[in-house]
């Protein structure tokens, strides 16, 4: 096996590859390359060769092994192993990622933890080590990898922090699992050139005659493991010359499998064995191939014929590319026969799971045992986190199942434990299989909502409608409770995919089939058609009633829909509710490591945030929700999360920010967050413009949020008659929303268009309770605009002065600019707003992240707590914190709390 000291010939431009990597590395740059290539073309020695150009940096060194691929998370295991003390010092939703996967967790039924949080997790660990200096990390035979190391690995691969990192895996072509890692560079290896070939055969056969030397380097093709292994076989006098037709590592491999044909029958046999096995393990190959009659003599033959070793008391392969001759190379009722010994030598209770293996490997047909036996393994793999292996031993379990509804129960399985790995394509099809098989209702809607919720993952919430509809139509008549949930979920589904007609169609479908909870689907349709009183009340409804799958079993899909009802309680007006619940699924989902829902939560939570007036709370959920959609890919979210941030920027009139922004996000944020900016800064044509343009379109109930806007812009540019048809629907829902801001803003409104006396209501409303600030301050506005024009300046100073006072502390840049202006003309210097209360004073001096972690210090939680909440070390919550101390002119903690930033 190469060495680091092993001579090198030839391959200058690789490790000029390398050292460049290694040079962006020092200078603070990341990336990662897969070397890729045949069997013994050099990549090892190469891997070998960038270590040790690599002194001065932080090593990883792991690897691939062929015995463990089946394990989960043992690779990564194998590659953290000198840096495991360093976990510690991870947030607590990262640790606890990394404790379960490498089984340490103790606690085998706890659940949570989706596909995503274990690649975070190494992400989060390689951005701590960088801090002391660069990191290589190098994994060799990538191909090897459990699936789950190897979806972290990748994982982390692709989103590297900016930090110095370099990551290089190693994979072969053949004779070895695929290694797909879309996304990351690759460096594909050839031969050596016929010079480094002659260099390097002169070096280990310098005792052939020139002649044969020639020939050895033409048949071999610049592989070196080929020039080593075709010289020893001439020098042996094994084989006479060969076809230069046959690729070179079919050449080393059909030489290895040459050098086993030669040996006694029982130490084939006990080779055999040693292949099938696969694991190292001496006792069990040495009682198996006793059964078949070989004896521990065979062992040594095979030793002797440099076919195996042992090392560290650990019986393997001089090279894996023997393992595979002696394997491949044999009948396959031999296989069978090496694979049921192995399997009934291995009788010890931990050793279940292998021996499940090994009856599925003999297995010829159907075998309701094996399966079983295949099950519980699976359900071991699963108590690790190992969700590839989950899902290996529950396909194969299916496939060697007698009955169809155990075919389709175990694929449904397999389906869930897949999507729990990142295989998502391969999970799709596994549940779609599932609902082909199965014909039991419960069943059969598991494995229709594993299906529903990979295509809605993937941004396809029509395709999630349809697969729900139909297995509602297939359960409904036994099943009517399950096929309403189903249907319910569909409506939802088409809502989300903006197909009105098809939430329209789902209702309808519920009450022919007369399935339970048609009234909450009939509930969503209203909601879906905007039709601004009924919506209201169905959304009452929809709140009051059962949450959807709020109960459910699974735990991220029970978040899921919880957020929809935060999401609903916000159409409601009711951001006090929308908050807590949001806050309550956030902190749940960091808990359990359930990434998947976190951005989704964040949008709902930044948006409250911001309706609040908590501006800096909002930046910081919805860029932390921005940098977890990023890094799992959720373009939705990224979109949602995207509008809130436009929303942010437009309040604080920040144009080009505004810009970009909403290029990214959905179409009625992008369309609000340019309304508002155009309204703060005096473009109200343009607002008018754009909404006229809208026409019939200007309806649903998330355009309502358009029409203060359009109404003040209107009242502006004197062409009231505009607002008018759009006041009304309002109107109706601040009302039945009975939301006291609600109602401020509609009096407002109805004050712009002539009913002059409605200003007063509308502040003495917004003072009712703590609602919507902004809002506040721009009624105030416009009520002390209008004061001042009815020569009641004194009147007016008041108002513009609370609102100017409110505008400050949230920064909104063109609003304060038109309050000083309307505070000058009405006779008062620009700079007389009221004092803002000290904390608001204070939260201004903080960044968003140093007020986040300062509020939840004051409500008494500790530095591990905070991390916990906030995805960071305890360690960055610890130098976030004391940061703010000379801020706020403080010295402890105690003092802290008496801020009253603790809410
Ligand atoms: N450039 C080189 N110069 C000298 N010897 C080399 C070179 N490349 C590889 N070798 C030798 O060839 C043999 C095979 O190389 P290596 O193990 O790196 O191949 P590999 O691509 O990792 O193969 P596998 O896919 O089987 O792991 C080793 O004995 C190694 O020392
Ligand atoms: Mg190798």
Redesign the pocket.
């Known amino acids: 096996?190469?060495?680091a000291t092993?001579?090198?010939?030839?391959?200058a431009g690789e490790l000029k590859v390398i050292d460049r990597q290694l040079a962006e590395a020092r200078s603070g740059r990341s990336s990662a390359l897969v070397i890729r290539?045949?069997?013994?073309?050099?990549?090892?020695?190469?891997?070998?060769h960038a270590e040790q150009a690599a002194a001065d940096l932080s090593v990883l060194r792991g690897s691939g092994i062929e015995s463990e691929t089946n394990l989960p998370f043992a690779g990564l295991h194998l590659l953290l192993r000198t840096v495991l003390d360093r976990v510690e010092e991870l947030p607590a939703p990262h640790a606890k990622a990394l404790h379960r996967a490498f089984g340490a967790c103790g606690d085998a039924e706890e659940r949570g933890g989706d596909r995503f949080a274990v690649g975070l997790a190494v992400l989060a660990l390689l951005r701590e080590l960088t801090e002391a200096a660069p990191v290589l990390v190098v994994v060799?035979?990538a191909h090897w990898l459990d699936r789950g190391s190897a979806e972290a690995l990748l994982f982390a691969a692709r989103r590297l922090p900016a930090r110095g990192v370099t990551m290089l895996f190693?994979a072969?072509d053949l004779y070895?699992p695929p290694f797909p890692a879309q996304g990351i560079e690759e460096l594909r290896?050839t031969g050596?050139d016929p010079a480094?070939a002659g260099e390097?055969l002169a070096?280990c056969a310098d005792d052939l005659p020139p002649p044969r030397r020639e020939d050895v380097v033409r048949e071999a093709r610049g592989n070196?493991?080929a020039?080593?292994e075709i010289a020893a076989a001439n020098r042996e006098g094994r084989q006479g010359r060969q076809s230069t037709e046959v690729a070179p590592h079919n050449r080393v491999l059909h030489s290895f499998a040459e050098r086993i044909a030669v040996l006694p029958e029982t130490t084939r046999t006990m080779i055999l064995v040693a292949a099938a096995d696969g694991t190292c393990d001496t006792g069990t190959v040495l009682a198996a191939g006793a059964l078949l009659g070989a004896s521990l003599d065979d062992l040594r033959v095979a030793e002797d014929a440099q076919l195996l070793t042992f090392t560290d008391n650990c019986l393997v392969f001089r090279?894996?590319?023997m393992r595979t001759a002696a394997y491949r190379t044999v009948p396959m009722a031999h296989r069978i026969r090496a694979h049921k010994a192995l399997a009934d030598v291995l009788d010890s209770p931990d050793e279940v799971d292998r021996k499940a293996w090994h009856l599925a490997a003999a297995s010829t047909g159907h075998d309701e045992d094996v399966a079983k036996a295949l099950e519980s393994s699976a359900e071991h793999a699963r108590a690790r986190g190992g969700y590839a292996a989950v899902a290996a031993a529950y396909e194969q379990a299916a496939a060697l199942s007698p009955l169809r509804d155990d075919r389709g129960r175990r694929l449904s399985a397999a389906a869930r434990a897949a999507a729990d790995a990142g295989q998502l394509d391969h999970a799709r099809n596994l549940a779609y299989q599932a609902t082909t098989q199965l014909t039991d209702p419960l069943e059969l809607s598991l494995a229709a909502m594993i299906h529903a919720t990979l295509a809605e993952d993937d941004n396809n919430p029509l395709e999630a409608h349809y697969i729900l509809s139909r297995a509602a139509e297939r359960v409904a008549e036994r099943e009517p409770e399950l096929a309403g949930r189903l249907l319910f979920w569909a409506a939802g589904s088409a809502s989300v995919g903006d197909d009105l007609p098809a939430v329209e169609r789902t209702a309808e479908l519920a009450e022919k089939l007369g399935v339970s909870g048609t009234s909450r689907i009939r509930a969503l349709a209203t909601v879906s058609g905007g039709k601004v009183s009924e919506s209201i009340h169905a959304l009452r409804q929809l709140v009051s009633g059962e949450t959807l799958f709020t109960d459910c079993v699974d735990h991220p899909l029970a978040l899921r829909g919880r957020t929809t009802l935060a999401s609903w309680y916000s159409l409601l007006g009711d951001d006090a509710a929308a908050g807590t619940l949001a806050i309550e699924v956030t902190t749940d989902s960091r808990a359990g490591a359930a990434m998947g829902v976190l951005p989704k939560a964040l949008a709902v939570l930044a948006k409250t945030q911001l309706h609040l007036g908590r501006h800096k709370d909002a930046l910081a959920s919805a860029s932390e929700g921005m940098r977890i959609a990023d890094d799992i890919g959720q373009q939705q979210s990224r979109a949602a999360l995207a509008g809130v941030l436009a929303h942010l920027a437009a309040i604080e009139g920040k144009e080009a920010e505004v810009e970009r922004l909403t290029s990214e996000a959905p179409a009625q944020a992008a369309m609000a967050a340019r309304t508002l900016l155009d309204l703060g800064l005096g473009r109200h044509d343009a607002v008018i413009d754009r909404l006229d343009r809208l026409g019939g379109e200007f309806e649903g109930l998330h355009s309502l949020a358009l029409v203060p806007d359009l109404v003040e812009a209107a009242v502006k540019a004197r062409r009231p008659e505009l607002a008018r048809r759009q006041l009304d629907r309002y109107v109706t829902w601040a009302e039945q929303t009975g939301r006291p801001w609600a109602k401020a803003v509609a009096s407002r409104c109805g004050a712009l268009l002539g009913e002059e006396p409605l200003f007063e209501e509308a502040v003495r409303l917004h003072l009712a309770e703590q609602g919507r600030p902004f809002e506040r301050a721009r009624t105030e506005l416009l009520y002390g605009e209008w004061l001042r024009r009815a020569r009641r300046k004194e009147q007016a100073r008041t108002q513009l002065r609370s609102a100017l006072a409110i505008f400050e502390r949230l920064g909104a840049l063109p609003w304060i600019e038109r309050a000083r202006t309307e505070l000058r003309a009405a006779g008062r210097p620009a700079d007389a707003g009221q004092p803002a209360t000290r904390s608001t004073d204070l939260e201004r001096m903080l960044t968003p992240q140093e007020l986040r972690i300062a509020r939840l210090a004051a409500q008494g939680l500790t530095n591990r707590d905070i991390g916990t909440r906030m995805y960071l070390s305890p360690r960055t919550v610890g130098y976030h914190l004391y940061k703010t101390y000379p801020k706020l002119g403080i010295s402890s903690r105690g003092e802290l709390a008496k801020l009253g930033l603790a809410r």
């Open positions: 096996m190469p060495t092993s001579k090198l010939h030839g391959r290539g045949e069997t013994g073309i050099g990549k090892s020695t190469l891997l070998a060799d035979d190693a072969r070895a290896l050596l480094a390097l070096e070196p493991l020039l080593i090279h894996p590319l």
